[in-house]
């Protein structure tokens, strides 16, 4: 029987099956000789044979070569200014007082850098924008020392005063810096006072002044400054009141917190017990050494 030939093949691809490419339209065994492998299909090959993958990937590159080389010339020089070329104090100083409010273009033409490189340096620095086309490019540059005094108790009107602009700018420098507005909430709308520059609030239940601390108040992780609206008084009586009308619920809560507390103490006990008896065992082999010690120094004629 005469032998099959087969084109760029050889006699073991006879037992695989064959695909057509859909781009050169060849039938070729479905093996890794002639297909790329890819998850993404279902048979696990990729849908053109090896050949017509390359030849697009040779046209690609052919065909965005002149846009590769402008790309890749333009992060050269953004990373050459931005690192061979050092930063004097002064410029530093310029870029500082200058970069919140002032275009990046500018910037750079005046101190005769790239884009990139001012954009680096700042990032470095920690610079960043004010909001776009601000009357008071100044108030903006305190926005980190309005959000501190927001969290330790000003209210958006006093801040207003303090740097002459309006609520609405000073509400929108808070939101840019991440703070919880307490306008949107009922605990904010208590009142507050300051005596003696110690904060008080009154409580949302008994409706008594009480210093905000955490003498006086809970922790609460969805509270603006970390404290709870209702004193601590408070909480305990609302806890009791409960206790008295769900006693099972009770029961069952504090039966599980003293098995926790029991198997807590269990692995403490254990890795204590575990940590003496290493001691102990180190003690007895350095006795046992000097012990031996002492019975080869007797041995010895004098």
């Known amino acids: 029987m005469p032998e099959q030939r087969h084109h760029r093949g050889s006699r073991g691809d006879l037992a695989y099956p064959k695909r057509r490419c859909p781009?050169?339209?060849?039938?070729?065994?479905?093996?890794?000789?002639?297909?790329?492998?890819?998850?993404?299909?279902?048979?696990?090959?990729?849908?053109?044979?090896?050949?017509?993958?390359?030849?697009?990937?040779?046209a690609a590159y052919r065909r965005n070569k002149d846009r590769r080389t402008t790309a890749q010339s333009a992060h050269s020089k953004v990373r050459w200014d931005s690192q061979k070329r050092r930063w004097t104090a002064e410029e530093e100083r310029v870029l500082r007082?200058?970069?919140?409010?002032?275009?990046?273009?500018?910037?750079?033409?005046?101190?005769?850098?790239?884009?990139?490189?001012?954009r680096i340096r700042a990032h470095e620095l920690g610079l960043h924008k004010i909001r776009p086309g601000t009357t008071?490019?100044?108030?903006?540059?305190?926005?980190?020392?309005?959000?501190?005094?927001?969290?330790?108790?000003?209210?958006?009107?006093?801040?207003?005063?303090?740097?002459?602009?309006?609520?609405?700018?000073?509400?929108?420098?808070?939101?840019?810096?991440?703070?919880?507005?307490?306008?949107?909430?009922?605990?904010s709308r208590r009142r507050r006072l300051r005596i003696r520059g110690?904060?008080?609030?009154?409580?949302?239940?008994?409706?008594?002044?009480?210093?905000?601390?955490?003498?006086?108040?809970?922790?609460?992780?969805?509270?603006?400054?970390?404290?709870?609206?209702?004193?601590?008084?408070?909480?305990?009586?609302?806890?009791?009141?409960?206790?008295?009308d769900h006693p099972q619920q009770h029961e069952e809560r504090r039966r599980q917190n003293l098995e926790y507390h029991r198997r807590v103490r269990r692995g403490l006990w254990a890795a204590r017990w575990r940590l003496a008896a290493d001691e102990l065992l180190m003690k007895e082999d350095e006795g046992d050494g000097q012990n031996e010690g002492a019975d080869r120094t007797e041995a010895v004629p004098g």
């Open 23 to 58: 781009q050169c339209g060849r039938k070729l065994p479905l093996t890794a000789q002639y297909w790329h492998h890819s998850r993404s299909n279902p048979g696990g090959f990729a849908g053109w044979c090896k050949s017509c993958r390359s030849e697009y990937g040779r």
């Open 97 to 118: 007082d200058e970069y919140p409010a002032t275009s990046t273009a500018d910037l750079a033409a005046k101190l005769r850098r790239s884009q990139g490189a001012v």
């Open 136 to 187: 008071r490019p100044d108030v903006w540059l305190g926005a980190k020392e309005i959000a501190r005094a927001y969290r330790l108790g000003r209210s958006q009107g006093a801040l207003a005063r303090q740097y002459g602009t309006t609520a609405q700018t000073i509400r929108a420098i808070l939101v840019g810096e991440g703070c919880s507005i307490r306008g949107q909430s009922h605990f």
């Open 198 to 244: 110690e904060l008080y609030v009154q409580c949302t239940k008994c409706k008594r002044w009480k210093p905000r601390t955490h003498e006086f108040f809970k922790t609460e992780d969805h509270s603006p400054d970390g404290l709870s609206a209702q004193c601590r008084a408070c909480q305990r009586g609302v806890e009791r009141r409960w206790i008295a």
